[in-house]
């Protein structure tokens, strides 16, 4: 890791700056992740998004390469465009519309620069100045497995998720900037920031009066132990560990320590959870509900409760090869690369069980690919 010298936090003021700032976006996104964004520019391998040009942009520096960075919009809530307050469930906020509010997107962090402190203290920036600027509720959209970090930093959920422009499943969040209560429970870095700052307290009571479903979601880093298995036994229908593959052989305790680290997240009937080409490490666990795995127009299969997706990306990292829909209603629990790393080196016998749950997975998701195919052409020979 870096010594804390060569990282800095700045405020992009120079046209050379947010080049530098949209060169890393296209890295990150459409090389790194294999997406399609709207505005990328492949000639100069650049997103120039128009939006920009009305954003704050902050960036962070590592050893002198720009290494993060995030676009921070500020505005009242009835200068922001149709489509934004849609995709950010900001409707109900026209009762708040001469208060200030932001909106923090486009986070990018360069993967080769391997420092866990880089996120964080970029968006520590970004909260200073949204609350300098006098916003009172900070909005921000994140992946699925970019939500459990946007939640310890006290953020909350709102609404259901979009289909962004690149087809990726994205889920909207907001920050009442005053509410220190909130951060002192998730112990939000935030928090000694917004102890010396004066927060008027009316917008935060409004909110929880408004919201409850964001007050009271229940998230597993959340819930003691006996509630979340409670709550995974109801949505499944039966024990997890006999009703997920990916748990059998863990008892209660040790399958509790894993799933603890996910993250739930709903979605709506026709959303597009993984889409095809995306680089993801996510893999998803279906508490309810059923998906459709999708080629194009074809259906290449369907799952039900219980069944798990998105595992070879969850191991390698690789891109999505089909689309994945919500055929109704669902429920998923999602796990990343973060995850697993973390309990292997925190429980590696837990981790030792998982991950040979998994291989057992992968080996008859392929046995019963390979007896397709034989009958396949079989079928083709005889005809």
Not at 118 to 123: G, I, Q, S
Not at 207 to 219: H, K, L, M
């Amino acid at each position: 890791m870096a010594d804390a010298a060569q990282l800095q936090v700045l405020i992009a003021r120079t046209a050379d700056e947010v080049r530098a700032i949209r060169q890393l976006r296209y890295r990150v996104e459409v090389e790194g992740l294999g997406r399609t964004p709207a505005f990328a520019d492949r000639e100069t391998k650049r997103i120039d998004d128009p939006a920009d040009r009305g954003a704050l942009h902050v960036y962070l520096t590592h050893s002198g390469r720009v290494a993060a960075a995030v676009r921070i919009l500020v505005a009242s809530v009835r200068d922001v465009p149709a489509l934004t307050r849609d995709r950010l469930s900001m409707s109900a906020f026209d009762d708040m519309a001469d208060l200030t509010l932001s909106i923090t997107e486009h986070l990018v962090v360069d993967p080769d620069i391997d420092d866990s402190r880089m996120m964080r203290l970029l968006m520590t920036a970004a909260y200073k100045i949204a609350t300098a600027k006098k916003s009172v509720f900070d909005f921000t959209h994140a992946a699925p497995g970019e939500i459990a970090m946007l939640e310890r930093l006290g953020y909350r959920r709102l609404g259901d998720g979009f289909e962004d422009e690149a087809g990726g499943m994205r889920v909207p969040l907001v920050l009442p900037t005053g509410d220190l209560a909130h951060m002192v429970q998730v112990r939000s870095p935030y928090q000694s920031i917004a102890r010396v700052l004066d927060h008027d307290p009316q917008p935060v009571n409004w909110f929880n009066r408004t919201f409850p479903e964001a007050i009271g979601s229940a998230q597993p880093a959340s819930m003691d132990e006996d509630a979340f298995w409670s709550m995974l036994t109801r949505k499944l229908n039966q024990v997890p560990h006999h009703g997920v593959p990916l748990l059998v052989g863990l008892d209660f305790r040790d399958a509790c320590k894993f799933l603890k680290l996910a993250t739930v997240v709903a979605c709506s009937e026709g959303q597009k959870i993984v889409a095809k080409g995306d680089v993801g490490n996510e893999m998803y666990v279906l508490l309810s509900g059923a998906v459709d795995v999708r080629d194009g127009e074809r259906r290449v299969a369907s799952f039900g409760r219980g069944a798990i997706f998105g595992e070879m990306a969850y191991l390698n990292a690789e891109p999505r090869t089909a689309d994945v829909v919500a055929a109704e209603p669902s429920e998923l629990l999602i796990l990343t690369q973060e995850n697993m790393q973390k309990i292997m080196e925190t429980m590696p016998t837990i981790a030792a069980r998982v991950l040979h749950n998994l291989s057992l997975i992968l080996v008859e998701r392929l046995r019963e690919t390979t007896s397709r195919y034989v009958k396949l052409s079989n079928t083709k020979a005889a005809a």
